[in-house]
C-alpha cells in the first residue's frame, strides 16, 4: 500500500538518480526481441538500450571477442525501416488494433464472464491481457490441474501461460495467472471470450457446479 511517506522516497530516489553524474549513475541495459511485434520470428534481430560507452564496451568491444554476430543485413534492414515513415504509420495501425482488441476484451471480461476489476490487468499497451485464474476452479478440485487445459477442452481457447518463470522452477505466483494473447484482433479475442462463456467458465464458474464437458469435434 501506498503512504505519503513511501511516495516522497521514492521521488527522492528518482531525483537522487537523476542528479548524479553520468558516470555514478546505475548501468542498466533494456534488451527486446523485434520479431514478434513484426511477425518476422526467427530472424534473430533485436533492439537493445542503454549508455553509449556501456554499448561500445558490450558491442564494439566484448561481443566480437567471444561470439560472432548473424542475420547483420536483416538487422540493418529492420534499422533502416524504422527510421522510415513507413513504420509510423505502421506501428499507429498496429496500435489502434491492440486498442480495440483490448477494449472489446475488457467489455466481454465484465459483462459475459463477470469478472470484476480486479480479476485482469489490461494495460496500455502490452500484448496481451494478463487474468487471474478463478477461485472456483481452484475451490473446486479439478484433477487436471491446469487451468489452460480446462480452457481448451470445452471451448477451444488456449490461453497463455501468465508467467515467465526459468522451465522446472515455480512460479511465484499466488494467485494463479493466465494470458489472453491480443493479436489475433478484435473479432477472434471477443469470439473466444464469447465461447468462455458460453461454457460457463467466467468467474463465478459452472452454475450446475460441475465441469464443463469437452466440445465434440466433427470429422465431416
Same mark, same amino acid.
Given at each position: 500500500?501506498?503512504?505519503?511517506?513511501?511516495?516522497?522516497?521514492?521521488?527522492?530516489?528518482?531525483?537522487?538518480? &537523476?542528479?548524479? @553524474?553520468?558516470?555514478?549513475?546505475? #548501468?542498466?541495459? *533494456? =534488451? %527486446?526481441? !523485434?520479431?514478434?511485434?513484426?511477425? +518476422?520470428?526467427?530472424?534473430?534481430?533485436?533492439?537493445?538500450?542503454?549508455?553509449?560507452?556501456?554499448?561500445?564496451?558490450?558491442?564494439?568491444?566484448?561481443?566480437?571477442?567471444?561470439?560472432?554476430?548473424?542475420?547483420?543485413?536483416?538487422?540493418?534492414?529492420?534499422?533502416?525501416?524504422?527510421?522510415?515513415?513507413?513504420?509510423?504509420?505502421?506501428?499507429? &495501425?498496429?496500435? @489502434?488494433?491492440?486498442?480495440?482488441? #483490448?477494449?472489446? *476484451? =475488457? %467489455?466481454? !471480461?465484465?459483462?459475459?464472464?463477470? +469478472?470484476?476489476?480486479?480479476?485482469?490487468?489490461?494495460?496500455?499497451?502490452?500484448?496481451?491481457?494478463?487474468?487471474?485464474?478463478?477461485?472456483?476452479?481452484?475451490?473446486?478440485?479439478?484433477?487436471?490441474?491446469?487451468?489452460?487445459?480446462?480452457?481448451?477442452?470445452?471451448?477451444?481457447?488456449?490461453?497463455?501461460?501468465?508467467?515467465?518463470?526459468?522451465?522446472?522452477?515455480?512460479?511465484?505466483?499466488?494467485?494463479?495467472?493466465?494470458?489472453?494473447?491480443?493479436?489475433?484482433?478484435?473479432?477472434?479475442?471477443?469470439?473466444?471470450?464469447?465461447?468462455?462463456?458460453?461454457?460457463?467458465?467466467?468467474?463465478?464458474?459452472?452454475?450446475?457446479?460441475?465441469?464443463?464437458?469437452?466440445?465434440?469435434?466433427?470429422?465431416?
Amino acid at each position: 500500500m501506498s503512504t505519503p511517506g513511501s511516495s516522497a522516497r521514492r521521488r527522492t530516489r528518482s531525483s537522487g538518480l &537523476a542528479a548524479l @553524474a553520468p558516470q555514478r549513475r546505475p #548501468r542498466w541495459l *533494456a =534488451v %527486446r526481441s !523485434l520479431g514478434r511485434q513484426f511477425g +518476422c520470428n526467427g530472424w534473430g534481430i533485436g533492439a537493445v538500450t542503454g549508455a553509449p560507452d556501456t554499448l561500445e564496451a558490450l558491442f564494439g568491444r566484448l561481443l566480437p571477442q567471444h561470439t560472432y554476430a548473424t542475420a547483420v543485413p536483416l538487422q540493418a534492414a529492420m534499422a533502416a525501416w524504422l527510421r522510415d515513415e513507413a513504420s509510423a504509420a505502421h506501428l499507429a &495501425a498496429q496500435r @489502434a488494433r491492440y486498442a480495440a482488441a #483490448r477494449a472489446e *476484451a =475488457v %467489455r466481454r !471480461l465484465r459483462e459475459e464472464l463477470r +469478472c470484476p476489476d480486479d480479476a485482469y490487468v489490461a494495460g496500455s499497451c502490452a500484448a496481451y491481457l494478463l487474468l487471474r485464474v478463478p477461485p472456483w476452479y481452484a475451490a473446486a478440485g479439478h484433477p487436471d490441474g491446469d487451468y489452460r487445459r480446462h480452457c481448451l477442452l470445452p471451448a477451444g481457447v488456449l490461453l497463455g501461460e501468465g508467467h515467465m518463470s526459468t522451465p522446472g522452477l515455480a512460479p511465484r505466483d499466488p494467485h494463479g495467472h493466465v494470458r489472453l494473447y491480443l493479436g489475433p484482433g478484435e473479432e477472434a479475442v471477443g469470439g473466444a471470450l464469447g465461447r468462455l462463456a458460453a461454457r460457463e467458465l467466467g468467474w463465478y464458474g459452472p452454475r450446475s457446479g460441475t465441469a464443463p464437458q469437452s466440445r465434440r469435434v466433427s470429422s465431416r
